[in-house]
């Protein structure tokens, strides 16, 4: 407990505030949040905002306020165990996209996390490192040698506590990676899933007999091949280490400087002239507002849909979209809300005539099954339960080569394309020499042979999870209207781009080649949906349209950091341009989505961006 002594230290903190501080000293309330002055403001308490809240709350004399929309978890099973794994209790509710112009209008619900830790607490649990050429761009991008990837590794690294799998366990399973490449001390715990499902096997060996590689180790920066998912479990309870777990319940106790409001939505970003001051939100649905404000910076942490929602509601945005909404300009920035990306994905389901079991359906199908798999899990042992519920424990991902071979005829087209062409009519110049800049990016790295483009994850019974990482195509965020409840328009513009469809096209034949090798032709796989009936590349190229999700919850980019003449919202300290005081930390200010998921990412980068915070404020 916080002895008084500690207390007095606090900077900023009168003993008779920091004495109000509630038993949980770090949970706070808006009566609280009224009397207290913070340092840092932090709008948004998931991943990142969580990593960096506990990096910089390290030192006693700093205050922050991390205000989060969601509230925190209540240690849930379907937060907790992979095995019974369910996002929706924490997810926004009724997100819907726009009409997605390239796949016949459909409008999607789309899930988003709104809970202490964000993505994290809900999702699944897949923690990869980028490779050499996605952080290699970023420096291109930003014109900044510290996001290269040989400077982001220490990040890495320090971010990282990997616990290794008993050594036979992994040989059996070919599970590899290279030891001084993980970090061992750091704050995010994580290991592998103890059990694999023997089905895999089968998918393992029909994959690498087309020509898929193991990979020794993603976190190399060279990730096309096939390899077992490390994942962000916590090898001792063996359940879920979230940020919240890792970046919060790990130092709360030791850290009344950090103080959590949750369930509390911020609305608003608060300005001296351009200058961030703080931040009004919302303390109850009924519209009740309060005011909180930051001596040293408002750091905006809300996600890709509500970092730019925030900006754009508070002044800072493309000036046409605030003038519709008679929204003081406080900075004109043609970028926020722009240069929108996630990995899209589609389920190609079978029927298996021979299938293997058990699989990961026999959770449901067979009860003796799932009660011998839960009592393993109860007694920490091997067990289904440690993989998230209806998913393998294998990535196979391929690059652009891997499905093209060297057929050049797409690629070509998409060299000989006018970028602008790829974006709707009317953008900002700005953002069209961004997007051609990342374009020229894209371009070379469909070349890259050790960069994948598309993961596949075989769910062990029924279905291939198959998700484009390097998409052509940008989509937006803009606010609808004034009010904070209304969600902002999603037009992800999932396959807009020309070449994103013929791609998907390639990978879809090269799962064929998986499922027609004689390791998966013994399970005896029926295309059912949506490829039922579907032979040429034509019917294949309509089935997707028809199918394709926009979003596999990995949104980002919508806050770039890129230079200003590139459509940027943030220089590469993440200060967002035109402002003091005021910078975007969230998976919004990558410049281009990743060849793989984005938590691990979050977890690194963050490290390197509280790093650059520090050096702005902090003596040492
Ligand atoms: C279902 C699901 C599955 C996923 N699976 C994986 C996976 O296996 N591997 C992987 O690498 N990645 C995965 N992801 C993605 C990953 O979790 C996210 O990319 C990551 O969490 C992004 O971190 P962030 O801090 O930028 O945003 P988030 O973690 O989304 O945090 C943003 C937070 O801001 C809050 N917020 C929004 N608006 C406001 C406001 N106005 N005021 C206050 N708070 C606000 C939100 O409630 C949210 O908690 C998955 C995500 C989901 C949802
Ligand atoms: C916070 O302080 C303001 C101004 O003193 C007051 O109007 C508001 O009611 C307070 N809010 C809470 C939740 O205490
Ligand atoms: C869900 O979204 C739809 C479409 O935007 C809207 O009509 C409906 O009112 C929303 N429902 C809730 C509960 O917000
Ligand atoms: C790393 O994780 C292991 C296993 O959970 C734990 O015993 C150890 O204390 C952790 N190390 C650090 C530095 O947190
Ligand atoms: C491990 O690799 C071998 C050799 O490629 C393969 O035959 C086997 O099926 C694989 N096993 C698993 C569990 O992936
Ligand atoms: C606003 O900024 C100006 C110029 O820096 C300063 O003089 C003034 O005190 C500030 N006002 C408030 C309310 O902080
Ligand atoms: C169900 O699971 C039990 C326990 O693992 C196993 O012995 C049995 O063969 C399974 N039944 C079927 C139909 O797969
Ligand atoms: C797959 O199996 C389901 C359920 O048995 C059945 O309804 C469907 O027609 C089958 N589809 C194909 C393509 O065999």
């Not at 796949?103 to 202490?116: G, H, S, T």
């Not at 298996?352 to 079991?357: C, G, Q, R, S």
Request: glycine share 8%; proline share 6%; aromatic share 8%.
């Amino acid at each position: 407990m916080i002895a008084l002594s500690s207390l007095l230290l606090l900077g900023g903190l009168s003993l008779s505030h920091a004495l109000a501080l509630p038993k949980y000293a770090s949970r706070v309330n808006a009566r609280a949040v009224n009397t207290t002055s913070y340092d840092f403001i932090i709008a948004g308490g998931g991943g990142a905002g969580l990593s960096i809240a506990d990096r910089l709350t390290e030192d006693p004399n700093i205050n922050v306020l991390v205000i989060e929309a969601g509230p925190f978890d209540k240690g849930d099973d379907s937060v907790e165990i992979p095995g019974a794994w369910n996002p929706l209790p924490y997810a926004w509710p009724n997100l819907t996209t726009e009409p997605l112009t390239a796949l016949n209008n459909r409008e999607e619900i789309v899930v988003c996390a709104k809970v202490v830790g964000g993505g994290s607490v809900i999702n699944a649990m897949n923690l990869l490192r980028a490779t050499v050429a996605d952080y290699d761009a970023w420096a291109t991008l930003t014109d900044d040698d510290s996001y290269s990837w040989d400077a982001v590794q220490p990040y890495f690294i320090k971010s990282e506590n990997f616990t290794e799998p008993e050594a036979e366990y992994a040989a059996e399973n070919n599970i590899t990676w290279v030891d001084n490449l993980r970090g061992y001390e750091g704050p995010v715990r994580y290991t592998y899933a103890n059990f694999g499902y023997p089905g895999q096997g089968n998918w393992y060996s029909a994959a690498t007999s087309v020509g898929i590689k193991p990979v020794e180790d993603p976190a190399t920066g060279k990730n096309a091949g096939i390899f077992w998912v490390p994942v962000a479990l916590d090898p001792d309870d063996l359940t879920r280490c979230s940020a919240r777990c890792n970046h919060y319940d790990r130092v709360s106790d030791s850290r009344p400087n950090y103080h959590v409001i949750d369930s509390t939505r911020v609305s608003k970003i608060l300005f001296n002239g351009t200058q961030a001051v703080g931040v009004e939100y919302l303390v109850s649905a009924d519209g009740e507002v309060s005011q909180a404000f930051a001596s040293k910076e408002v750091l905006v942490s809300a996600g890709a849909t509500h970092t730019p929602q925030l900006l754009q509601l508070s002044g800072i945005g493309p000036k046409a979209l605030l003038d519709q909404f008679g929204i003081p300009v406080v900075v004109d920035l043609p970028g926020v809300g722009q240069n929108f990306q996630d990995h899209s994905s589609v389920n190609i389901l079978y029927n298996f005539t021979d299938v293997v079991t058990p699989n990961s359906g026999s959770l449901i199908t067979n009860e003796t099954f799932n009660a011998e798999q839960l009592a393993a899990y109860q007694n920490l042992e091997s067990s289904a339960y440690t993989i998230i519920r209806g998913l393998g424990s294998v990535f196979t991902t391929v690059s652009y080569r891997d499905v093209f071979g060297d057929d050049n005829t797409v690629l070509d087209e998409a060299k000989a394309r006018d970028p602008a062409a790829s974006l709707p009519e009317g953008t900002d110049p700005t953002v069209i020499a961004g997007y051609e800049a990342q374009r020229n990016i894209l371009l070379e790295q469909m070349d890259n042979r050790d960069m994948a483009v598309a993961v596949m994850a075989f769910d062990t019974f029924a279905g291939v999870m198959v998700s484009q990482v390097k998409p052509f195509s940008r989509g937006s965020i803009n606010i609808k209207s004034t009010n904070t409840f209304d969600e902002p328009a999603m037009d992800f513009r999932t396959a807009t781009d020309p070449i994103d469809i013929p791609t998907y096209v390639a990978i879809i034949k090269k799962l064929r080649q998986i499922m027609a090798a004689p390791d998966m032709a013994a399970m005896g796989p029926i295309e059912a949906f949506p490829l039922l009936g579907v032979q040429s590349d034509e019917e294949i190229a309509a089935a997707l349209r028809a199918s394709l999700a926009p979003s596999s919850a990995h949104q980002c980019c919508s806050a770039a950091m890129l230079p200003l003449e590139h459509g940027g919202v943030v220089d590469s300290n993440r200060k967002v341009y035109g402002t003091t005081n005021l910078r975007v930390i969230d998976i919004s200010a990558f410049p281009m989505a990743l060849s793989g998921g984005p938590m691990d990412n979050i977890y690194g980068i963050s490290e390197k961006v509280a790093d650059d915070i520090k050096k702005d404020y902090y003596s040492y």
